[in-house]
T-cell receptor
Framework: LAKTTQPISMDSYEGQEVNITCSHN???????ITWYQQFPSQGPRFIIQ???TKVTNEVASLFIPADRKSSTLSLPRVSLSDTAVYYC????????????FGGGTRVLVKP | DTAVSQTPKYLVTQMGNDKSIKCEQN?????MYWYKQDSKKFLKIMFS???????INETVPNRFSPKSPDKAHLNLHINSLELGDSAVYFC???????????????FGPGTRLTVL
């Protein structure tokens, strides 16, 4: 399984854009990049998934360079409620949906 | 209309006791999971069932026994509880084969287990 490395924590202010970069140097051809969000005292919540280039949904954008050895989750104009832990996962396509969570990035949004 | 529900939310018990945590999903998914999140916040998969059949079984002590009576339920029974079992246990469900959202799992609210 490809290991992921992401910053332990990040601080931001309301209204700013938050970018979290995740490294996954040994990602395999069939691996997808998936991001989850976890609020305190709640279970993780799927945010976005991508394979290459750029994916955007109503919550975030995911940028994946051509070599796919890293990815960047972009949260536009964060609010206080975006304070959470964000997990970057690399998931093999045929893994039986086995998710392996790392330490995540704790994002604190300040007023 | 909760999607994935777990009971109880909190469980405090003594070492050596046997306890169960129940999980139900009303999403019509075919796959369910149990995860353990320890005090350091690392979330690790324990088990996964697809259509009531065990498909993932990580290195978990055999004191932990999952049971899936039907596709909508996956219960976790723990025998002879130990201090190290204290953690938050999350149930999750998904539908395999969703294309771009293949790895989207829906998590329950968690059960905080404290073993004294």
């Amino acid at each position: 399984l490809a290991k992921t490395t992401q910053p332990i924590s990040m601080d931001s202010y309301e209204g700013q854009e938050v970018n979290i970069t995740c490294s996954h140097n040994n990602i395999a051809t069939n691996d997808y990049i998936t991001w989850y969000q976890q609020f305190p005292s709640q279970g993780p919540r799927f945010i976005i998934q991508g394979y290459k280039t750029k994916v955007t949904n109503e919550v975030a954008s995911l940028f994946i360079p051509a070599d796919r050895k890293s990815s960047t989750l972009s949260l536009p104009r964060v609010s206080l409620s975006d304070t959470a832990v964000y997990y970057c996962l690399v998931v093999p396509r045929a893994a039986g949906n086995k998710l392996t969570f790392g330490g995540g990035t704790r994002v604190l949004v300040k007023p | 209309d909760t999607a994935v529900s777990q009971t109880p939310k909190y469980l405090v018990t003594q070492m050596g006791n046997d306890k169960s945590i129940k999980c139900e999903q009303n999403l019509g998914h075919d796959t369910m999971y149990w995860y353990k999140q320890d005090s350091k916040k690392f979330l690790k998969i324990m088990f996964s069932y697809n259509n009531k059949e065990l498909i993932i079984n990580e290195t978990v002590p055999n004191r932990f026994s999952p049971k899936s009576p039907d596709k909508a339920h996956l219960n976790l029974h723990i025998n002879s509880l130990e201090l190290g079992d204290s953690a938050v246990y999350f149930c999750a469900s998904s539908q395999i084969g969703q294309g771009r959202r293949d790895n989207e799992q829906f998590f329950g609210p968690g059960t905080r287990l404290t073993v004294l």
